[in-house]
């Protein structure tokens, strides 16, 4: 099996099992509980604490668990209007923003907010000018995520952070559910104050993730209950996991210098293997090393259906994705590709290959022979017009 | 050209002779244990000035280090090149660049190095008339510049840097002696240490524990709080008193409007002794005046005269809101508003003495074993010895 549909999720890696059994056989009690069990299950979420804040440079009081990336985006933007009752109604995001955020802005827009939706260029990116221009008095959010989940395009977070901070009154989130611990990125140095993490995308476990924010901030909480996170998120913590994001984060300390170069490398090597003999396909997105997750390649094939494509690697045990696994059942084109000027017929016709920690070179090499092998059968049976 | 060095200047004016070489030795020793976590780096010290040298360390995680080290009154990231008129005038031109937002700037030039052939005078002219040509929207202003930009000529190297970032003030930690800090979980005693420490002391703590009525909670957020007293005072060994018997004593045998006078007076005394026993010259405590009941001057004689050894109360004329700010400043903050009984709180009487008498805590006092609760405590003493930097995790997993 090869598996290149790492944005997707992750397989555990199994030092993190470990020490979530560990945790789930020794470390039980309830953090809020008085005596000493409860006491330890607490030290133990506070050292989860402090590995999470050294990976983001922040402090622990900054750090927020929550169940996932999607509760992190929801908190930030739901938590922040909600405490701004009737000071300003607008509010800023992307066309090409994962649907944990893209969604939220949707649903406040039926409720009355006015949004704005940024535009992106054709690679995807949006130009840190156009958010300047569309702050206006009203506005006091805006959502701007860090690496594109279907093409991985880097959006120009500092850039856009340094923008705002001169508008004091505006807040800035990133979603970086896909670069975290793996692209770096300082929320303090970037101006952001909330920035939302997940620990399955990094080979933790699935039902963990973080807000980080910014200190002197507070939110509205989405959960009430027993006051857990200092209020900010109720319900007893999630200790085992807890503990495999930690443990995740520091073994992608360890191993992303590593990877990086590595994907990079291999991501070159892939397409240079692909290129002028599977025509018509399109690279979409940046795919410069400075401007692009170098884990993330997205392809067009037009004329073929990305669940075709799919199925076919699959029969190979080659597993990627069509476009992100969460609107992947839809038979819709996607909102993303289409926002960078993709054709219906292009935006169908997309698969995504992610690589994670585990990925080799050659899984990569045989997976674009794989391709070199199926697509133009594909493109024959579905008479695509070669390009 | 980056800036490749840091300039620290301290406050060397009011000292002299035998004093001033023991306190730049002794901070020189502390900013080079302050960075013992950054490889690379070197501290040297030489003309009135210490040098850190970064060598491709980055700069902003190391000054946010050293704005925790008493005794350096200012830091400037400054650039080390050859002494020649040519590179200096280069170096100056980007300093000016790099600063975003100046209009005006003047330069000031020191020669150290007298064989240097340009006089300061010339020096400022040829520097500041090279960066007004080069950079048409600044101005000179020679009385309130936005930018001060400093050339020292030194022999084979000279440096420029720019504005002075200021730095915490005070004495180097270790310079004055050791003191004894009463350390409770609340917001003053922290910053009374900080404040002792940055008056050069050299700082233990001793905080009482009260199991079961206090939790091991309320005993590891005081462990917290001295470890984050550790960033400004290197090494703190903390003395956790075993309180537990003294309290309920107090409770079977005094009025309860007393209780806290009695317990106060208690604590003095055993610090005292432990003061004694470890060579601490004086007492800290987070008191300030008229707060609450024990913080009143009948109070204060109530309690202090127990004891021989001189109490030292830093917050004496602080606020409470500006007791917080520097909580909030120092980190100490958010562990002290974590909200575990301390001993000071769990038998609170319904309504203490604000004006306590002496003679009648004498006597309730009397009704107690004072000598052997007193040693007992001393002798139960837990010790913990917390080093500054990363603490020590309690668990293995990551």
């Known amino acids: 099996m090869i598996y290149l549909d790492n944005s997707a999720t992750t397989p555990m890696h199994p030092e993190v099992i470990d020490v979530m059994t560990d945790v789930m056989k020794k470390i039980f009690g309830n953090p809020s509980s008085l005596h000493g069990l409860g006491a330890k299950a607490e030290r133990l979420v506070e050292q989860a604490r402090q590995v999470t804040a050294r990976m983001l440079g922040c402090t622990p009081q900054e750090i927020f668990f929550t169940s996932g990336g999607t509760e992190a985006n929801n908190l930030a933007i739901k938590g922040t209007l909600d405490r701004i009752h009737g000071r300003g109604k607008h509010i800023i995001t992307t066309k090409v923003e994962h649907p944990s955020v893209y969604e939220v802005y949707e649903q406040l827009k039926k409720r009355g907010w006015r949004v704005t939706y940024l535009s992106v260029d054709s690679l995807g990116r949006v130009n840190p000018d156009e958010v300047e221009k569309a702050v206006d008095d009203e506005t006091v959010l805006v959502s701007v995520m860090h690496v594109n989940n279907e093409v991985g395009t880097i959006q120009p977070i500092g850039e856009i952070g340094k923008r705002l901070a001169k508008y004091p009154k505006v807040l800035f989130h990133v979603d970086a559910v896909q670069s975290f611990a793996k692209l770096p990125l300082l929320p303090a140095r970037a101006h952001i104050d909330l920035l939302s993490i997940s620990a399955h995308k990094i080979h933790g476990p699935k039902g963990i993730g973080a807000l980080y924010v910014r200190k002197n901030l507070s939110l509205e909480p989405l959960l009430v209950g027993g006051g857990q996170e200092k209020?900010?998120?109720?319900?007893?913590?999630?200790?085992?996991?807890?503990?495999?994001?930690?443990?995740?984060?520091?073994?992608?300390?360890?191993?992303?210098?590593?990877?990086?170069?590595?994907?990079?490398?291999w991501k070159k090597a892939f397409l240079e293997?692909?290129?002028?003999?599977?025509?018509?396909?399109?690279?979409?997105?940046?795919?410069?090393?400075?401007g692009c997750a170098p884990y993330i390649l997205s392809l067009s094939f037009p004329g073929i259906k990305s669940e075709v494509l799919v199925h076919a690697l699959e029969e190979e045990g080659i597993y990627v994705s069509s476009k992100s696994a969460c609107s992947s059942k839809a038979e819709i084109p996607s909102r993303v590709l289409k926002a960078m000027g993709r054709t219906d017929e292009e935006a169908i016709g997309s698969i995504r290959i992610s690589m994670g920690f585990q990925t080799t070179a050659e899984e990569m090499e045989r997976c674009a022979d794989v391709l070199l092998r199926v697509i133009p059968r594909l493109q024959k049976v579905m008479k695509v017009h070669k390009g | 050209m980056k800036s490749n060095l840091i300039l620290l200047r301290y406050g060397e004016l009011a000292l002299k002779g035998k004093n001033k070489s023991e306190f730049e030795d002794r901070l020189v020793q502390n900013i080079r244990q302050k960075l013992s976590g950054f490889p690379g780096v070197a501290v040297s010290k030489a003309h009135g000035r210490i040098f850190v040298e970064l060598n491709d360390q980055e700069m902003d995680p190391i000054i946010r280090e050293l704005s925790e080290v008493f005794g350096l009154v200012g830091f400037s990231p400054a650039i080390r090149i050859r002494s020649e008129l040519g590179e200096i005038q280069k170096a100056a031109l980007e300093l000016v660049e790099q600063s975003s937002g100046i209009r005006t700037f003047k330069v000031i030039s020191k020669r150290a190095d007298k064989k240097f052939p340009i006089g300061s005078q010339e020096l400022n002219h040829r520097v500041g008339g090279y960066i007004l040509s080069r950079c048409p929207k600044v101005k000179v202003d020679v009385h309130h510049p936005d930018l001060s930009v400093h050339v020292e000529v030194r022999g084979t190297y000279s440096y420029v840097y720019g504005n002075d970032?200021?730095?915490?003030?005070?004495?180097?930690?270790?310079?004055?002696?050791?003191?004894?800090?009463?350390?409770?979980?609340?917001?003053?005693?922290?910053?009374?240490?900080?404040?002792?420490?940055?008056?050069?002391?050299?700082?233990?703590?001793?905080?009482?524990?009260?199991y079961p009525f206090t939790s091991e909670r309320a005993k590891q957020k005081v462990i917290d709080l001295a470890q984050i007293l550790t960033r400004f005072g290197g090494r703190i060994r903390l003395y956790v008193v075993?309180?537990?018997?003294?309290?309920?004593?107090?409770?079977?045998?005094?009025?309860?409007?007393?209780?806290?006078?009695?317990?106060?007076?208690?604590?003095?005394?055993?610090?005292?002794?432990?003061?004694?026993?470890?060579?601490?010259?004086?007492?800290?405590?987070?008191?300030?005046?008229?707060?609450?009941?024990?913080?009143?001057?009948?109070?204060?004689?109530?309690?202090?005269?127990?004891?021989?050894?001189?109490?030292?109360r830093p917050l004496i004329g602080m606020d409470k809101h500006e007791i917080m700010t520097v909580a909030k400043k120092i980190g100490t903050y958010e562990t002290s508003i974590l909200p575990y009984e301390d001993c000071c709180t769990v038998f609170l009487p319904k309504a203490p003495k604000t004006k306590p008498d002496r003679e009648v805590a004498a006597k309730q006092e009397a009704r107690l074993e004072l000598e052997r609760l007193i040693q007992e405590a001393v002798e139960g003493t837990e010790v913990i010895d917390l080093e500054p930097g990363q603490k020590e995790d309690e668990f293995s997993y990551f």
């Open chain 2, 242 to 312: 075993p309180f537990t018997e003294i309290q309920t004593e107090i409770n079977k045998h005094c009025y309860e409007s007393y209780s806290i006078t009695v317990m106060r007076r208690m604590m003095f005394r055993i610090s005292e002794e432990l003061a004694k026993r470890n060579q601490a010259l004086a007492l800290v405590t987070g008191e300030s005046l008229g707060q609450v009941a024990s913080q009143t001057l009948e109070s204060m004689n109530a309690i202090n005269e127990v004891v021989r050894i001189p109490v030292l």
């Open chain 2, 165 to 210: 970032i200021p730095g915490p003030g005070g004495l180097p930690v270790g310079s004055s002696g050791r003191v004894m800090l009463l350390l409770s979980g609340g917001i003053d005693s922290p910053v009374a240490g900080y404040m002792a420490l940055k008056r050069g002391v050299e700082l233990q703590a001793i905080h009482f524990h009260s």
């Open chain 1, 273 to 290: 293997r692909l290129d002028g003999k599977l025509s018509p396909m399109i690279v979409n997105g940046d795919i410069s090393p400075e």
């Open chain 1, 231 to 265: 209020g900010l998120r109720s319900g007893t913590e999630y200790v085992p996991g807890i503990a495999g994001l930690a443990k995740a984060i520091v073994l992608a300390e360890q191993k992303r210098t590593e990877f990086l170069r590595n994907s990079q490398r």
